[in-house]
């Protein structure tokens, strides 16, 4: 899946059509202005006006994108959406690895000082790190046990600990549906594990 799903920037043609700012479905837009800076207003769907030369747009996909944890996933550009699985010790000193899917949206209302403050790259300075740490530190407060028999209470406890650290970036977790847990312990191999529970209707 291909950053640009995410994220389109694009400097309008200022010689024709500078004046307007198409925003397509499921997109938004923000201004930077070379006066006041970036403007809190955000744009939605339609056409709209800017001044050429003096205002520069940017598209943001508005829509939920998954990002994806799994294993093999290439980590060579830096704002792919996804990463490789979280290993971590459990509660009760099992060593786990965990793959799933964060589902995620900017928001709307917030989309200016993310691009602010944050810029283009809040892949891997926000999503990444914080899904790690998060989906790290909740596995290693639970047992063996309540992992195998609570996937859809620790699916709502990531989605909360996740908002938790990303509502204020300006970002919205939607989801994060697990999609295999495997026991390593002694192999610490993903092909020697145990697999706890997988992909639902695998």
């Known amino acids: 899946m291909e950053f640009d799903r995410l994220v389109v920037s694009f400097l309008v043609d200022e010689v024709v059509g500078g004046f307007f700012i198409s925003v397509p479905p499921g997109h938004i837009a923000c201004l930077y202005d070379r006066g006041r800076g970036v403007l809190k207003k955000v744009w939605g769907p339609g056409l709209h006006l800017k001044i ?33 699985p979280v290993k971590t010790t459990t509660k009760d000193g ?13 928001d709307k209302s917030n989309a200016p000082e993310l691009w602010e403050n944050i810029g283009d790259n809040f892949v891997s300075k926000v999503i990444r790190p914080i899904s790690r740490s998060r989906i790290a530190a909740v596995f290693a407060n639970l047992t063996i046990d309540q992992i195998k028999s609570s996937r859809t209470q620790i699916e709502e406890l990531l989605t909360r600990e996740l908002n938790k650290n990303i509502n204020q970036k300006g970002l919205i977790c939607e989801g994060a549906p697990l999609s295999e847990v495997k026991l390593l312990d002694q192999q610490r191999k993903a092909a020697d594990g145990e697999v706890i529970f997988a992909e639902q209707g695998n």
Request: net charge negative; hydrophobic share 50%.
């Open 52 to 84: 050429p030369f003096w205002q520069i747009a940017k598209l943001f996909n508005a829509q939920i994108v998954e990002y994806t944890i799994r294993e093999n996933f290439d980590l060579k550009i830096k704002e792919a959406l996804g990463d490789m």
């Open 94 to 106: 099992h060593y786990v690895q965990i793959e799933g899917s964060i589902l995620f949206k900017i």
